[in-house]
């Protein structure tokens, strides 16, 4: 059965949830293929593999409904009728959840090397893990956020860095986190940010 990806919403990660859960191997990650940033590695599907399950588009499966499933060629039109790859949406979606498109390597550190980076000023670390699906998911304004720590800590500048914390965090750890240091000292900490119940929480330890 016909299956379709609605990229303006899809990270297009290798480690989709909704390839995991596909039985048959219908959806499949083509490491050659050409993406929507014109970069290679591309979520795809072997529609004659597809039974029709539902099991990508379960609970399970695609957590934000970017994968479209039809019983027929007509109905998947009908289902994506208008829906057109917009290029803005695809670098936006990369942009607000990554603070970069991609992500840009001057912004990644190591775990070993945090404690130089976290010295004189305010500086805002992003925990995240490359296996996890909620670091996808749960979307950063890394933006926003600076401005929010500038204001709050009297603080011009303010530096953003990620770091990958896949060799040292578990399924349990709450991710991704975010941590504001000044001078060194930790002065706040939220994890699971994405919402904006957690930027009050943010604003709510800054004041402190």
Do not use: H
Not at 19 to 42: F, H, Q, R, S, V
Not at 167 to 189: H, M, Q, R, W, Y
């Amino acid at each position: 059965m016909p299956i379709k990806f609605n990229f303006n919403i899809c990270d297009n990660s290798s480690e989709c949830s909704g390839k995991a859960t596909c039985p048959t191997g219908a959806i499949y990650w083509d490491e050659n293929a050409i993406n929507a940033l014109g970069k290679k590695g591309l979520l795809s599907v072997d529609n004659a593999k597809c039974t029709s399950c539902g099991q990508c588009t379960g609970d399970e499966g695609c957590p934000v409904g970017a994968i479209i499933l039809a019983q027929t060629e007509k109905e998947l039109d009908d289902l994506t009728k208008g829906m057109e790859l917009d290029q803005d949406k695809v670098k936006a979606l990369f942009v607000d959840r990554y603070g970069a498109e991609p992500i840009d390597e001057k912004i990644c550190i190591a775990p070993d090397d945090l404690k130089g980076y976290v010295g004189t000023g305010v500086t805002i670390i992003e925990e995240f893990a490359e296996w996890s699906i909620q670091c996808l998911l749960n979307s950063i304004p890394v933006d926003s956020i600076i401005k929010k720590v500038r204001e709050l800590t009297g603080t011009e500048s303010v530096c953003f860095y990620k770091c990958d914390c896949s060799e040292t965090k578990t399924e349990e750890d709450n991710l991704p986190s975010l941590k504001v240091f000044k001078d060194g000292k930790l002065i706040a900490s939220v994890a699971g940010y994405y919402e904006n119940s957690k930027l009050e929480e943010l604003v709510s330890l800054l004041k402190k």
